[in-house]
């Protein structure tokens, strides 16, 4: 999941989720996931009785593992997030080893509003026709996914078992809980379900990563870090200054105003923020192409306290190079262009329902002291796209805390993800499960298994098998 605060300094994700193309180092992913690409029909308002317009929403489908003489096959539905479905089918490996072991009917469906599900074509995000965005809610999509589930089981009883990492991760509780005569179980990795107002401190998620960057080299990493900020806008006070940091990150716009020093302060914090999510233990190209544990790696070249102002922009430079041009093929650094992710729709959602605080209390984290203001949220949200954000709508549908009634879920959360901070780490019943990984980044249980993977990780992917093959066998 990728958050962006319009204009404050937050955190874009996904992932829901947060989003790009996990390729594991090895893993020649074109050969190991194949799919057939579909269509399907859904109701532009599933909730109204005069609107009667439709549109398509695309699904991946394999069934290489179905074992045909079974009428009651096993569905394992990934519930896509913010981005291109085929891109997560790619990251997904957990759910392709246990559809294969179970024999599962795989399906990824893309949630409306991103990749080629738009309702309304090319004029889908048009700021002056807001009325397009009424029907982009969860609500909206989880009654598509209920609809594609009815049709894929044609009065079969087949078991449906919910797959999301990130804000997919938080559909795919929300699903079971929604739809329990539909889905028999969820798996919601690093799904931030508690990251809203009134349930969860708004400064939890840099708190994190400022632990994480702590731990990975020693505390002057952290120290850099937050010496750089001051440093920033001190040169970025003037043209000559501006340039300086314009010619040390080889940026492809130079800074010319103030809005842009802004954009490049918002840039580089959210560049921590997304290092800390894929502190993954071997290569990969989540949000960018990086190197195992690319966190240590960027804190390799801030090991030591730089006194000087020069030390200190040349070693910042060199530390932030690790997440903007790893593999060396940049000729520039194009602030504007953070990750793979779909900004578009993220922002959108974010000012209707998920309305998810993030602040710094810059003397606690290595970040910037950031507060959170719904009211100028609103009014940016408002501004931008015509919306009025509710930021309690999250939890008078699903409960916030009050998961006493929730069943057959599993939550979980790697402690070395800023969003487990917002996750579920106590369990309210004995039938939702709650898995912690010490070891483990953002939702990277849900990724394909490897040998460097920590034994939490695998210890935790274990577990889950075992709770899925239950839910199956009792169905």
């Known amino acids: 999941m990728i958050l962006r605060d319009m204009g404050e300094a937050t955190v874009r994700a996904a992932l829901s989720a947060v ?99 738009l309702p309304f074509g090319s004029s889908t995000f048009n700021t002056s026709l807001p009325e397009h965005l009424a029907y982009f809610t969860v609500e909206q999509t989880l009654e598509d996914y209920a609809m594609l589930i009815t049709f894929l089981r044609n009065d079969r009883q087949m078991p449906v078992v919910a797959f999301g990492g990130s804000y997919g991760g938080m559909l795919a509780a929300w699903f079971r809980m929604k739809y329990p005569h539909l889905v028999t179980g969820a798996l919601a990795a690093s799904a931030p379900v508690l990251q809203f107002p009134g349930i969860t401190d708004c400064d939890i998620f840099y708190r994190i990563v400022t632990s994480v960057f702590q731990n990975a080299y020693n505390e002057n990493c952290t120290l850099n870090i937050a010496k750089s900020w001051k440093l920033f806008e001190t040169l970025g006070a003037s043209e000559a200054g501006k340039k300086q940091i314009s010619d040390a990150f080889h940026l492809c716009n130079a800074l010319k105003t103030d809005d842009d020093l802004k ?10 923020s997304n290092l800390a999510m894929v502190n993954y233990p071997y290569n990969s190209s989540f949000l960018a192409p990086l190197p195992a544990y690319p966190v240590r790696q960027v804190c390799y070249y801030l090991k030591e306290l730089h006194s000087t102002d020069a030390d200190l922009l040349h070693a910042m430079s060199s530390a932030l190079a690790v997440y903007t041009n790893y593999t060396q093929s940049a000729k520039c650094l194009d602030i504007s262009v953070n990750s793979n992710a779909d900004d578009s729709g993220w922002n959108i959602q974010s000012c209707n329902q998920m309305v998810m605080p993030i602040c710094s209390n810059g003397s606690e984290t290595m970040f910037r002291t950031s507060s959170w203001n719904f009211k100028d949220y609103a009014e940016k949200c408002y501004k931008n796209y015509r919306l009025t954000p509710k930021p309690y709508d999250i939890i008078l549908r699903y409960g916030g805390r009050n998961l006493e009634a929730a069943t057959n879920i599993i939550f979980s959360n790697g402690l070395l993800d800023p969003w487990s901070g917002g996750g579920v780490l106590q369990a309210p019943n004995d039938k939702v499960f709650v898995i912690i990984l010490p070891e483990g980044a953002h939702h990277l249980d849900l990724r394909h298994s490897d040998p460097a993977d920590p034994p939490s990780v695998r210890d935790a992917r274990d577990k889950e098998a075992a709770i899925i093959a239950r839910w199956i066998q009792d169905f």
Do not use: M
């Open 263 to 272: 954009k490049f302060l918002d840039y580089v914090e959210e560049v921590y």
């Open 19 to 117: 989003l790009g193309i996990l390729l594991i180092a090895g893993c020649d992913c074109s050969q190991r996931f194949k799919y057939e690409i579909k269509e399907f029909q859904v109701p532009l308002d599933h909730f109204s009785f005069l609107i009667n317009a439709t549109f398509s929403i695309r699904y991946l489908y394999n069934d290489s593992f179905v074992d045909k003489s079974n009428a009651r096959t096993p569905i394992f539905f990934y519930t896509g997030n913010e981005g291109d479905i085929e891109l997560f089918a790619q990251n997904t490996g957990f759910l392709w080893e246990q559809a294969e072991r179970q024999r599962a009917l795989v399906i990824f469906a893309e949630h409306r509003y991103y990749g080629k599900s």
